[in-house]
């Protein structure tokens, strides 16, 4: 197996990964803040898409769809957070979950109720077309090296925010005692709605930049979403540092663990037999690696001790 | 000279640079109420919930009737019959009075793994709960739930569960707390004759609660035992005085 | 006399929901309509993975967004066993023997072995966490599940797996459907009489503390953990059990029974029917398909008005059906 399979695999693990890390981010903050677990981001991802694709398509611009795409999802999680999610800071976790499957299912039947059944298409804007060659002989595709290092620098922006920002002292008190922030005069409501906003349009982008590469359907959401869930306990909720490091590490073993897992295996049965096994394991990695991060630290990599 | 039914030899517990507990050693003697005393952020629930097991010291042993439990979970310590009262009620509001006390019977028997007989059709385990509750005083509220009592009753329930334990010794963690006069000289009364049953370890603001019920009183100061002794010696102990006493004027 | 007195609202409105479930197939019956008699097989076989969900988030407070997992299990070891029946293969000849079967109980005795043990493994690890986790964890699981089952191609992948009869019970023609339902409906009375006394015993009263107040529970010598994890294994097994039997339903079995959707629906009608009741997944399951097929037929876009319903009753009627019409349980006696 060559090298080159395995760099490739590699960066599309990264690639993966870095867009797992926008949608947990937002997870994570909402988590943090507020203390609600949103089943609903899901359907926010595929809004952003959506809203790439229809405007993409009518404008002809790639840009103006990522524009949208950013709107539409903040649009609709602060609409959503005025809405519903504000009922549900007090509630308890179930209600929660409750809550917001109503909403995906909302969400889900609505638009499919506009834009129908059939998958839209975004397409890759020429001037990201076609690959670069990258050091080690690799081929790489322009446009998912684009994601990774968009992804990156929306990781580095989110850094700055919540440590060098005014919003990210209220996000960093708040999550630490939320209260307290109250007692001494922040705009709770604003606040939370603007979070909650963020985390929309992380999500959002995410879904617009995949879009591009999959297709935009009803239901893409929800699959990223559980494996989000599966970065966050490892990562550790609250830690956006966890989301970044457990993100990247759940994009490779998803990516080239089965690639690995496939090469470890023929080296004692026969390659067809070896494929055909480790096809079927290979979707459980990274499941196998939430178990073994519970077993040795259940508070996961970055996360508070209970 | 009566045996020592709880022994808490040496205990320390720090959390990072604060040292909660420095090495602490006490006694629960049968049949006697020894009071714990001391002003706030003194250390006295820290060293409650190492004795109760909820938390697990640095250093030193906690022995309990005479068998070394430093290393059992509270659940094993509440099994073998240390029963704790906590200082906020800590009961199952939806569940009914009847209910609460159930539990503890049950709880303490290790019978909790039985799927088809209604636990309040179990005779043994009713006439615990109802002799528990007859003694408190709160057999006519059998039924009713828990959220709908009031503070003192529920300050009474506490008790009745730690009774329906049928313990060998009791950890009461503030049991006066928020009772009014009434309510709190019915309860001295009530714990100065527990005390033959088992002793009680009685960690107490109320100091004239714990000058009317004490025969032991140990003063807790930054995590410090700085006297143990009668509530006379205790009284006339300068240290004390001026330490915790002096404070209280 | 005095025992009319002495029934609760609640045992009214569980009464009624018995008289209805009965009247309904008794009147399709007589009039011969064999598709209505199916639709109440349909909601006693959801009522049953319902009561199953009940008995670890109606009791026991734990919000397993996974019982799909056991659900799927159980539909999986009746595909399986039934598969390779129907095609005279062994399952496996190595070390020993092992052939498919078609028998009912065998099936489901397999399909709750299964759930059974599945919910061991899912359930100590994620009890070593809480709250928020719990739920991410048993979700991530079931989609384990789900994706293992679209790449396990000897069943079927994602396209499923058909099983071309169904399978027998002694003593009855199960391919009758007033027969299969009767079954169902028993199968189901079981599961609730089994719910009904663990609730009143030592068990539900442990479990039902150890969700209000962990530290009491822990105070007079229970272990949570133990009483946690135990509650999962049971609920997982019932669950299971109507896994088998709805694959047996349809005479179909596949990935979706693992899916994020499955779990959700589950979850919906135990919610909606009044979680931690009786007969709330009853009442849930009972409207779930009442609505699927009325509105259902009205707009294939019903899922919306699902999700409104669901909205409207987390945030102003908690207790869903059974609850908003019977008022607080009660509890003694």
């Given at each position: 197996m060559s090298m080159i399979l395995i760099l490739e695999q590699m960066l599309n693990g990264i690639q993966f990964g870095v867009m797992l890390f926008l949608m947990a981010a937002g997870l994570t903050l909402v988590f943090g803040v507020m203390g609600l677990i949103n089943l609903a981001h899901g359907s926010l991802y595929m809004v952003g898409a959506f809203a790439a694709a229809a405007v993409a398509n009518a404008t002809g611009s790639f840009l103006l769809g990522l524009a949208a795409s950013l709107c539409a999802a903040a649009a609709a999680g602060a609409l959503v957070e005025v809405l519903v999610i504000r009922r549900l800071y007090d509630r308890d976790h179930l209600d929660q979950v409750l809550a917001t499957f109503a909403l995906i299912l909302i969400f889900s039947e609505g638009t499919r109720w506009l834009f129908g059944s059939f998958p839209l298409y975004l397409n890759i804007p020429d001037y990201l077309k076609g690959a670069v060659t990258l050091p080690g002989g690799v081929q790489y595709p322009l446009y998912r090296l684009s994601i990774i290092l968009v992804g990156l620098a929306v990781a580095a922006a989110l850094y700055l925010l919540i440590s060098k920002t005014r919003l990210g002292v209220q996000i960093r008190a708040g999550e630490n005692d939320r209260e307290m922030i109250a007692a001494l005069g922040v705009d709770i409501s604003k606040l939370y709605t603007l979070v909650f906003a963020l985390g929309a349009a992380l999500a959002g982008l995410a879904g617009a930049l995949v879009g591009a590469v999959q297709s935009v359907q009803v239901g893409m959401g929800e699959p990223v979403?559980?494996?989000?869930?599966?970065?966050?306990?490892?990562?550790?909720?609250?830690?956006?540092?966890?989301?970044?490091?457990?993100?990247?590490?759940?994009?490779?073993?998803?990516?080239?663990?089965?690639?690995?897992?496939?090469?470890m295996l023929s080296t004692f049965i026969e390659m067809s037999e070896a494929q055909s096994v480790g096809a079927i394991f290979s979707s459980m990695l990274i499941y196998i690696l939430m178990a073994a991060v519970l077993i040795v630290k259940p508070t996961g990599l970055y996360g508070r001790s209970l | 000279m009566a045996e020592s039914m709880l022994s808490v030899q040496g205990i320390s517990k720090s959390f990072a640079a604060l040292q909660a507990s420095n090495n602490i050693s006490l006694e629960l003697k049968k049949g006697e109420i020894h009071a714990l005393i001391g002003p706030n952020g003194a250390g006295k629930s820290t060293l409650i919930k190492q004795i109760s097991g909820e938390l697990k010291p640095d250093a030193g042993q906690v022995l309990f009737n005479g068998q070394d439990i430093t290393a059992l979970s509270a659940v094993k310590r509440a099994r073998l019959g240390l029963a704790r009262t906590f200082q906020i009620s800590s009961l199952a509001m939806e569940d009914t009075v009847l209910q609460n006390v159930v539990l503890g019977a049950l709880g303490a028997r290790g019978q909790v793994f039985r799927f088809f007989r209604p636990a309040l059709h179990d005779a043994t385990l009713m006439d615990i709960a109802e002799a528990a509750l007859q003694r408190v005083g709160l057999e006519s509220h059998a039924d009713t739930r828990t959220a709908a009592l009031s503070h003192g009753q529920r300050r009474q329930l506490e008790v009745a569960v730690a009774l329906s334990l049928q313990p060998k010794a009791f950890v009461m963690d503030e049991p006066m707390a928020g009772l009014g006069g009434g309510g709190s000289k019915r309860l001295t009364d009530f714990l100065a004759e527990l005390r033959h049953e088992a002793p009680i370890l009685l960690v107490e603001h109320d100091m004239d609660a714990v000058f009317a019920l004490a025969d032991r009183i140990s003063v807790l100061v930054y995590g410090e035992l700085i006297a143990t002794g009668t509530v006379e010696e205790i009284r006339n102990n300068a240290e004390v005085r001026r330490a915790y006493l002096g404070e209280e004027e | 006399m005095s025992f009319i007195n002495s029934l609760s609202r609640e045992s009214w409105i569980n009464l009624s929901l018995c008289i209805v479930l009965c009247a309904v197939p008794l009147w399709a019956w007589l009039s011969d309509q064999p598709f209505t008699l199916t639709l109440c097989t349909r909601v006693a076989i959801l009522a049953l993975a319902g009561v199953g969900l009940n008995i670890a988030l109606g009791v026991g407070g734990l919000v397993s967004l996974g019982h799909a997992a056991f659900f799927g299990l159980g539909g999986y070891a009746m595909g399986i066993l039934a598969s390779h029946a129907q095609s005279y293969t062994p399952l496996m000849e190595a070390p020993f023997l092992l052939e498919g079967t078609k028998s009912m109980p065998l099936i489901w005795l397999t399909a709750m072995t299964v759930s059974a043990l599945a919910a061991v493994f899912i359930g100590a690890l994620s009890l070593r966490t809480s709250g928020v986790y719990f739920i991410m964890i048993t979700l991530a699981f079931a989609q384990m599940f789900y994706y293992f089952a679209i790449s396990w191609l000897a069943y079927g992948g994602e396209d499923g797996l058909s099983i071309y009869v169904r399978n027998g019970f002694p003593g009855l023609n199960t391919l009758d459907p007033l027969q299969f339902m009767l079954l169902t409906y028993a199968v189901l009375a079981l599961a609730l009489w089994f719910y009904h006394r663990l609730a009143k015993s030592s068990f539900g009263l442990a479990l039902n503390a150890a969700r209000q107040s962990p530290a009491r529970v822990q105070a007079v010598g229970i272990t949570r953990y133990n009483v946690q994890l135990v509650a999962i294994v049971l609920s997982a097994s019932i669950t299971g059990l109507a896994g088998a039997l709805f694959a047996d339903l349809n005479r179909f079995v596949s990935p979706t029974m693992f899916s994020w959707q499955t779990s959700g629906e589950i979850m919906v009608f135990v919610i909606l029917g009044g979680v931690g009741r009786l007969f709330g997944p009853v009442a849930g399951a009972a409207l779930f398909i009442l609505l699927e097929h009325q509105l259902g037929g009205l707009s294939e876009f019903w899922h919306i008005y699902l999700g409104l319903l669901l909205l409207l009753v987390v945030l102003f009627a908690r207790g869903g059906i059974i609850g908003t019409l019977a008022g607080r349980e009660q509890a003694n006696g």
């Open positions: 979403l559980i494996m989000a869930f599966v970065v966050i306990v490892i990562g550790g909720i609250g830690s956006i540092k966890g989301a970044l490091v457990a993100a990247i590490l759940v994009g490779l073993t998803e990516k080239l663990g089965g690639l690995l897992l496939v090469e | - | -």
